[in-house]
């Protein structure tokens, strides 16, 4: 059955960096687009970045462009998201979520349980 | 940016009543909408693609219309396991997808 499982999210002081990890499995992860979306305490959903299954082609949501990296090591079976210059409105839930498509961002049918980042002096 | 509104934001419903959740895109977006599912502490869970194709294992009392700008998520008889909140995502744009405010369902 197709897991995902985050990991890497812990407490950091505004303006450190932190790297997420998100492990796939039960599934040809080099074959398909992957998403991170988080979630603000009791707030909704908010896509953040997308990777196309060859890492050649991604998006990030503006508030976080030029600040956060997202990356895949295929090999690996392996999303990363590296995040620099962190603040204290990016404390959320971090989802790594499989996406059905290969290359364009489509919708989002696996979605991993979530890693807790909390940016706090 | 396409911005999606969800309504109602929350929603108070007896179990076996007909439930539906509007979705509205700011600009049009064909048929590219979906819905998910989330309760407390975990991660949402698929219900929906392609504004109305139903997410293989999903119970067929949910299920999904509209086009263009205007979605519903309809649950045709409400059971005790549907009480969560519901999300609509677009994903129709090359700038990546975005999400609908939210619609908690609460029993009433």
């Known amino acids: 059955q197709v897991q995902l499982v985050e990991s890497g999210g812990g407490v950091v002081q505004p303006g450190r960096s932190l790297r997420l990890s998100c492990v796939g499995s039960g599934f040809t992860f080099s074959s398909y687009g992957m998403h991170w979306v988080r979630q603000a305490p009791g707030k909704g959903l908010e896509w953040v970045a997308f990777t196309s299954y060859d890492g050649s082609n991604k998006y990030y949501e503006d508030s976080v462009k030029g600040r956060f990296t997202i990356s895949r090591d295929n090999p690996k079976n392996t999303l990363y998201l590296q995040m620099n210059s962190l603040r204290a409105e990016d404390t959320a839930v971090y989802y790594c979520a499989k996406d059905r498509r290969r290359y364009s961002s489509g919708w989002n049918d696996y979605w991993g349980q979530g890693t807790l980042v909390t940016v706090s002096s | 940016d396409i911005e999606m509104t969800q309504f109602p934001s929350t929603l108070s419903a007896s179990v076996g009543d007909r439930v539906t959740i509007t979705c509205r895109a700011s600009?049009?977006?064909?048929?590219?909408l979906a819905w998910y599912q989330q309760k407390p502490g975990k991660a949402p869970n698929l219900l929906i693609y392609?504004?109305?194709s139903l997410e293989s294992g999903v119970p067929s009392r949910f299920s999904g219309s509209g086009s263009g700008t205007e979605f519903t998520l309809t649950i045709s008889s409400l059971q005790p396991d549907d009480f969560a909140t519901y999300y609509c995502q677009q994903y129709n744009t090359y700038s990546g997808p975005t999400f609908g405010g939210g619609t908690k369902v609460e029993i009433k």
């Open positions: 600009q049009s977006i064909s048929s590219w």
């Open positions: 392609d504004a109305s």
